[in-house]
């Protein structure tokens, strides 16, 4: 699974962006696409995800009621909104492929190439 993720962006504390992150090659309804985020100097940390069979998302609590995961399998693709964002928001975010519900970084098998959110205060 090859994976493109983009929106991210510049923008001032209580704003929003939204992140697209579009699937291509093969991956099925039980599978898991994800969003993780890593700020500078930190360790890469879990933020949502969806699992098409069943459909609800999931989220990290530290983004709970703030952020929010959707998508569209008709079009490979998963979005990350984000809204009232902080200046600890500000990180690479990256989607992510795996055969599993899962929150751990090392369940995933396939990552997009990330894009930056700064948040400036």
């Known amino acids: 699974v090859q994976l493109q993720a983009s929106g991210g962006g510049l923008v001032q504390a209580g704003a929003s962006l939204r992140l697209s992150c579009v699937a291509s090659g093969q991956w099925f309804n039980t599978h898991t696409l994800g969003w993780f985020r890593q700020a500078p100097g930190k360790e890469r940390e879990f933020v949502g995800g969806?699992?098409?069979?069943?459909?609800?998302?999931y989220y990290a609590n530290s983004v709970k009621g703030r952020f929010t995961v959707s998508g569209d399998k008709a079009k490979n693709a998963v979005w990350l909104q984000l809204n009232n964002l902080q200046s600890e928001d500000t990180a690479v975010y990256y989607c992510?492929?795996?055969?599993?519900?899962?929150?751990?970084?090392?369940?995933?098998?396939?990552w997009g190439q990330g894009t930056l959110v700064t948040v400036s205060s």
């Open positions: 992510a492929h795996s055969k599993a519900t899962s929150m751990i970084s090392q369940t995933y098998d396939s």
């Open positions: 969806l699992t098409w069979t069943g459909g609800l998302p």
